[in-house]
Structure formats: structure tokens, C-alpha cells
Antibody, heavy 124, light 107 residues
Framework: EVQVVESGGGLVQPGGSLRLSCAAS????????MTWVRQAPGKGLEWVST????????YYADSVKGRFTVSRDNSKNTLYLQMNSLRAEDTAVYYC?????????????????WGQGTLVTVSS | DIQMTQSPSSLSASVGDRVTITCRAS??????LNWYQQKPGKAPELLIY???SLQSGVPSRFSGSGSGTDFTLTISSLQPEDFVTYYC?????????FGQGTKVEIK
């Protein structure tokens, strides 16, 4: 079964740091890009970051650029999100997702599956 | 960045109704459009990819159409478990932007 499971969330003070992890199983981890998406309480989905399968390319939302770093350890089938200089507006459930390659009149990328999410609360 | 605009943001309907949700991209994205369903307290799930292809296991009452900038998600006959939130998302370019979501509520 293809599965991703996040961990590492919690309560952190403004300006603090936290590292999220996402353990993957059931697929060849190094062959797929992986993505972090967050959802603030009662709000919609916000793409945060994507990293390529080899880890050599990474992309960030403007809202987290320079503060968050995405990485991966393909030997451990694990994705990470290092979050520094956290702000109250970073409070959200953070999901990791595999960027699946699907065929529909050509190759399409979609997020599937998603993990259950891990809650990050930034508050003093 | 490509902006995705969904409408309506919420709608009220009854079991058995046919409903349509629209999603508009700020520039052409060909068919690089996905739809997700999110139940309360749960992670989103991929419903439709490539604008019109049903993900495995998704009931046939769901369908998608469109290309370029305008897309629709249609539920042909609403079931009780369909009263949740739906999001569109473009995979044409990074950042992979989402629409703001459409909450389908019971009338």
C-alpha cells in the first residue's frame, strides 16, 4: 500500500524552529517528487514546497521562502521540512503528498496520496 | 503565478441533485487541472486528474470537463457523503496553486 505519514508537529513560540518528517512506504521513493501543503484552521489549501526525486531541485511558496527548507533522505524514504523563524500565520495542519504521475491524454501530475497531516501551532 | 478561482465558494443542495462547480485559471493550463475532495478533519483525496480522468475508486457520478482556462466538476446525483469541500489545483507550473474551495452543504 502506498502511504505517507507525517510527524513532528507541535506548539512552538514565534521565532522558533520545528522540523517535520514524512515517512513514505509502498513505492520507489526516489522516483517521485514530494510536496508539502498546509491548511490554516478553517481555511483552504496552500502549496508550501516541492522537492524533486533526487533532491537536487526544490521550490517554495513566497510566504515561506528563506525560512523553510525542504529536504529528503532517499535511503530512509523520508521527506523533511525544516521550519525556522516561525510566525503565527504559519499555524496550520501540514500535509505531505506524493506527486503522482498519471496518464490522461498525456502525463499529468497530481498529489496522491496525502498523509493524515501534522498540526503546527505558533503561539506564545 | 497562476491564480485559480473557484465558484461558488459554497452551495446548498439536496440529496439527488445535480451540482456543478467551476474553476477558472488566470492563464491557459491545457488540461493540467486536478480536483480534490476533503472531508471534515481528513486529508484531501484526489478525485479527478487531467481535467476529466476519474481517479481509481471514485464513483462515476463525479465527472470533470474543460481545457485551457475554464473547468467544471459535476456531481450527477448528490449522495449524503458528498456534502464536503472540493478544491481545484493546477499542475501546469510551480507554484502548484489551489482554488479557494467550494463547500457543498445540505439544503
Amino acid at each position: 500500500e502506498v502511504q505517507v505519514v507525517e510527524s513532528g508537529g507541535g506548539l512552538v513560540q514565534p521565532g522558533g524552529s520545528l522540523r517535520l518528517s514524512c515517512a513514505a512506504s509502498g513505492f520507489t521513493f526516489s522516483s517521485y517528487a514530494m510536496t508539502w501543503v498546509r491548511q490554516a484552521p478553517g481555511k483552504g489549501l496552500e502549496w508550501v514546497s516541492t522537492i524533486g526525486g533526487s533532491g537536487s531541485s526544490a521550490y517554495y511558496a513566497d510566504s515561506v521562502k528563506g525560512r523553510f527548507t525542504v529536504s529528503r533522505d532517499n535511503s530512509k524514504n523520508t521527506l523533511y521540512l525544516q521550519m525556522n523563524s516561525l510566525r503565527a500565520e504559519d499555524t496550520a495542519v501540514y500535509y505531505c503528498a506524493k506527486e503522482a504521475k498519471l496518464y490522461s491524454s498525456g502525463w499529468i501530475w497530481g498529489f496522491d496520496p496525502w498523509g493524515q497531516g501534522t498540526l503546527v501551532t505558533v503561539s506564545s | 503565478d497562476i491564480q485559480m478561482t473557484q465558484s461558488p465558494s459554497s452551495l446548498s443542495a439536496s440529496v439527488g441533485d445535480r451540482v456543478t462547480i467551476t474553476c477558472r485559471a488566470s492563464q491557459s493550463i491545457s488540461n493540467y487541472l486536478n480536483w480534490y475532495q476533503q472531508k471534515p478533519g481528513k486529508a484531501p483525496e484526489l478525485l479527478i486528474y487531467g481535467a476529466s480522468s476519474l481517479q481509481s475508486g471514485v464513483p462515476s457520478r463525479f465527472s470533470g470537463s474543460g481545457s485551457g482556462t475554464d473547468f467544471t466538476l459535476t456531481i450527477s446525483s448528490l449522495q449524503p457523503e458528498d456534502f464536503v469541500t472540493y478544491y481545484c489545483q493546477q499542475s501546469y507550473s510551480t507554484p502548484r496553486t489551489f482554488g479557494q474551495g467550494t463547500k457543498v452543504e445540505i439544503k
